[in-house]
């Protein structure tokens, strides 16, 4: 234990530092450069805000907008990479090439109709582990029962696909067990099927519906519910009337993340999809892949996913705003 001496010891040794920076910020309080300065930028709420706000937007501007800006204008030039005595020149031909082949189109729909289903199923499975732990387990417990949950996404997607391989294979550990217990003398061909790529990609985006649910979840108060059940409200009709309605911004957040990055996913469906199962990335992806100049190709049909997916999550927002609305009033 330390005694006093050692203490003012102590003391003593760290006042020259304290000392020492107390002293260079009246220096630079004191300098006429840096007061100017600090009157302009400072001298009302706005420019405070703005001072705040420019490297956040140069940010987001620089890292995300940036890159699909310039992918779009790719999209529009007849060539990628620039050549050697070749001007690129704008043109429409790059998404016009989108609608002149029913190979394009079909894993552009296909890819719709799989993130819509898996987004459904990844809701149908994880509101109930969302609500067993918001509601049914203690408070100490539930980061202890979230942290279990996101070990597995610690690890990187080709991982926890090959994860979903080692299961699913002919070899892999669920026709072990079906062929163990007799139920099936020869392996289930699994693997590269919707089932399979159904089942990566629910596994795979299953923590981005679980935590939008808790977090909607846990914030309804319990005493809602034993209102309800004091005015004789069954269980089924508190879930309908409280629960279901009071957790519907979780619902719209998880589906669109979930819808979002199933629409995405490139390496998951080459891994566990087959050729009956082709999604527009894989698509996308041979553009960039084949020798030559397809990139402006692949941008165009980049920016159409893209339009596309927003569109998508802005219509169904949109309708649970009104759903919402409705309910409320």
């Known amino acids: 234990m330390a005694t006093a001496s050692d203490r003012r010891g102590q003391q003593e040794m760290a006042a020259p530092a304290t000392r020492g920076a107390r002293g260079a910020w009246t220096r630079l309080n004191a300098n006429a450069a840096y007061r100017r300065a600090s009157d302009v930028l400072l001298s009302s ?6 001072l705040l706000a420019i ?5 987001m501007f620089g890292t995300h907008l940036g890159p699909i800006l310039s992918m779009m204008r790719i999209s529009f030039l007849d ?20 609608f002149q082949a029913p190979n394009y189109i079909t894993p552009f729909l296909r890819t719709f109709a799989y993130s819509t289903c898996y987004t459904l199923l990844t809701l149908v499975i994880m509101y109930p582990v969302a609500y067993f732990l918001a509601k049914k387990l203690r408070p100490s417990r539930q980061m202890l029962f979230l942290l279990l949950l996101l070990v597995p996404f610690w690890v990187g997607e080709i991982v926890r696909t090959y994860a ?46 679980l935590l939008p649910l808790y977090a909607a979840l ?20 508190r879930f309908r009337r409280i629960t279901l309605p009071l957790s519907r911004d979780g619902i719209a957040s998880g589906c669109v993340l979930v819808f979002l990055i199933s629409t995405g996913y490139y390496a998951t469906p080459v891994l566990l999809g087959g ?55």
């Open 55 to 59: 490297p956040a937007l140069a940010w």
């Open 275 to 329: 050729p009956s199962t082709t999604v527009f990335a894989e698509t996308i992806a041979g553009f960039f892949h084949v020798a030559g100049d397809k990139w402006p190709e692949g941008a165009a049909f980049s920016t159409i996913m893209l339009i596309a997916s927003l569109a998508t999550v802005g219509l169904f927002l949109r309708a649970m705003g009104r759903r919402s609305g409705n309910i409320l009033g």
């Open 218 to 237: 846990e914030k309804i108060p319990r005493n809602y519910l034993e209102a309800a059940d004091d005015l004789g409200a069954g269980s089924w009709t």
């Open 45 to 50: 709420d706005r420019r405070r805000f703005w």
């Open 79 to 98: 060539s990628y990479p620039p050549t050697a005595g070749r001007v690129p020149e704008w043109t429409l031909e790059n998404y016009l090439l989108f």
């Open 164 to 209: 979903i391989m080692i299961l699913l294979g002919n070899r892999g550990f669920v026709n072990i067990v079906l062929m163990g217990l007799g139920l099936t003398s020869r392996p289930i061909p699994f693997m590269y099927t919707g089932f399979s790529l159904g089942m990566g990609l629910v596994y795979l985006t299953s923590l981005y519906m």
